[in-house]
């Protein structure tokens, strides 16, 4: 009777993520003419059917975790909505053997499920979530669930991880008011930053920053979006 159940449910999961993809498929034609991308990359897409989003929710909304919206994961944060997750993974741009090279930062780890995209695309991510509690658990959950090539920190993002620069691809999953120079020193010639950028009680953009081959910075404003603000001293701003 048990490994009836689990069949069935997992069942109800592969529909549900099937159902998820879809929604994501449609997302991201509707927005194509402000982001430029209209379907996911077979990377990225398999990257989504990989990761169990139901093991990086609370256990009372599992049976929302496939649905195209995000959701509360405690301490006032939320897991992103997976249009969201997916949009910001392809801005990076990582190239196709990133899996055996690249080097990833992300800030804003919350409940981990963003570090585990990543971590199907590229060598190493350092991520870093400055909420002890969602730190604890995401790097428990990480482990349990087999991600090896993640390393997880609890502490504030704005200086980055330095000692683990340059990096190939920096995503924020938290608003800055403005670009953080510590950030982008951080990346690799070449290679971009996905943040949200503007004041968390206004209008705020999803915006890629990218590092040119002649070290030029370049800032494109994508899409609006609504993050939970960045935490950090306001020197770290520009």
């Excluded at 929604?23 to 927005?31: G, N, P, Y």
């Excluded at 992300?106 to 199907?120: C, K, N, P, T």
């Excluded at 090539?149 to 200086?159: D, E, Q, R, Y």
């Amino acid at each position: 009777m048990y490994q009836g159940g689990t069949i069935v449910m997992n069942r109800d999961r592969h529909d549900a993520l099937g159902k998820m993809l879809r929604a994501v498929d449609k997302d991201m034609r509707e927005t194509a003419a402000l982001t430029g991308r209209r379907v996911i990359s077979p990377a990225v897409r398999n990257a989504l059917r990989a990761v169990p989003r139901h093991e990086f929710v609370r256990r009372v909304d599992a049976e929302e975790a496939y649905e195209n919206r995000p959701l509360p994961i405690g301490y006032r944060q939320t897991i992103s909505q997976p249009y969201i997750v997916a949009l910001m993974t392809e801005l990076l741009d990582l190239p196709i053997n990133s899996k055996s090279t690249a080097r990833l930062l992300e800030i804003g780890a919350g409940s981990g499920y963003q570090s585990a995209i990543l971590s199907e695309l590229t060598r190493e991510v350092f991520a870093i979530e400055i909420v002890p509690g969602l730190a604890q658990a995401a790097e428990t959950r990480l482990m349990r669930l087999g991600y090896r090539n993640i390393t997880l920190k609890t502490g504030g993002g704005a200086l980055g991880w330095p000692e683990h620069a340059p990096f190939d691809g920096i995503i924020a999953a938290a608003a800055a008011p403005a670009m953080i120079p510590a950030l982008v020193q951080q990346l690799k010639t070449g290679a971009k930053m996905v943040i949200p950028l503007g004041p968390a009680s206004e209008k705020q953009d999803l915006t890629v920053i990218a590092r040119t081959n002649v070290g030029k910075i370049i800032e494109n404003r994508i899409l609006p979006v609504a993050f939970v603000p960045f935490t950090g001293a306001s020197s770290n701003y520009k």
